[in-house]
C-alpha cells in the first residue's frame, strides 16, 4: 500500500523558513518523480514544485521560484520542502504527491497518490 | 496564465445523475484529470486521461471530453459522492500544471 505521510508543518514568522518532509513507502521510490502540491484552507490546489527521480529535472510555480527548495533523499524514501522567505500568502495544507506518469518530469505530470497533508501558518 | 474553468456548485438528489464541466483552451490537446476531496482528506483520483478509471474507483464514475470541456459524470450518485471536484491538465505545451476552481457537489 502506497503511503506519504508529511512532517514539519506549523506556525512560522513572515520571512522566516521551514522544512517539509515527506516518508515514502508502497512503492520503488526512486522510480518516480514526487511533487508538493498546496491547498490555502477552504480554498483550491496549487502545484508547487516537482522533481525527478533522480533530482535531474526541478520545476516550481512562479509564485514560489528563488524561495522554496524540492530535494529528495532515495536512500531515505523521502522528500523535502525548503520554505525560505515565506509569507502569509504562504499559508495553506502542504500535500506530498507522487507523479503517475514519468519519473523523469519530461512529460506532464499528474498525481495519483497523495500524503494527508501538513499545515503551514504563516502569522506574526 | 491558464485557466480551467469549472462551476462553483452541483446539486442532485440521490440515485440521480450529476455532470460537472471544466473548460480550458488546451484540453483539445491536453488530457483531463479529476480528484474528488471529501471534507478534511486528501484529494483522490477518480479519472485520469480523459475517461480512464483507477482500481477502486467505481464504475458510476466516467469521464469524456469534448473540444475545449471536459465533463466528469456521476451516474446513480450516492450520499457518499458528495464533495468537492476538482479538475486537472496543463497548457498547450505542457509547461503550466493547473487545477480547475473546483466544483462543490452536494448529493441530496
Known amino acids: 500500500e502506497v503511503q506519504l505521510v508529511e512532517s514539519g508543518g506549523g506556525l512560522v514568522q513572515p520571512g522566516g523558513s521551514l522544512r517539509l518532509s515527506c516518508a515514502a513507502s508502497g512503492f520503488t521510490f526512486d522510480d518516480f518523480a514526487m511533487h508538493w502540491i498546496r491547498q490555502p484552507p477552504g480554498k483550491g490546489l496549487e502545484w508547487v514544485s516537482g522533481?525527478?527521480?533522480?533530482?535531474?529535472?526541478?520545476d516550481y510555480a512562479d509564485s514560489v521560484e528563488g524561495r522554496f527548495t524540492i530535494s529528495r533523499d532515495n536512500a531515505k524514501n523521502s522528500v523535502y520542502l525548503d520554505m525560505n522567505t515565506v509569507r502569509p500568502e504562504d499559508t495553506a495544507f502542504y500535500y506530498c504527491v507522487k507523479d503517475a506518469s514519468s519519473p523523469s518530469l519530461i512529460l506532464a505530470p499528474y498525481f495519483d497518490y497523495w500524503g494527508p497533508g501538513t499545515l503551514v501558518i504563516v502569522s506574526s | 496564465s491558464y485557466e480551467l474553468t469549472q462551476p462553483p456548485s452541483v446539486s442532485v438528489s440521490p440515485g440521480q445523475t450529476a455532470r460537472i464541466t471544466c473548460s480550458g483552451d488546451?484540453?483539445?490537446?491536453?488530457?483531463a484529470y479529476w480528484y474528488q476531496q471529501k471534507s478534511g482528506q486528501a484529494p483522490v483520483l477518480v479519472i485520469y486521461e480523459d475517461d480512464k478509471r483507477p482500481s477502486g474507483i467505481p464504475e458510476r464514475f466516467s469521464g469524456s471530453t469534448s473540444g475545449t470541456v471536459a465533463t466528469l459524470t456521476i451516474r446513480g450518485a450516492q450520499v457518499e459522492d458528495d464533495a468537492d471536484y476538482y479538475c486537472y491538465s496543463t497548457d498547450s505545451v505542457g509547461h503550466l500544471y493547473v487545477f480547475g476552481s473546483g466544483t462543490k457537489v452536494t448529493v441530496l
Open positions: 522533481i525527478s527521480w533522480n533530482s535531474g529535472n526541478i
Open positions: 488546451a484540453l483539445p490537446k491536453k488530457h
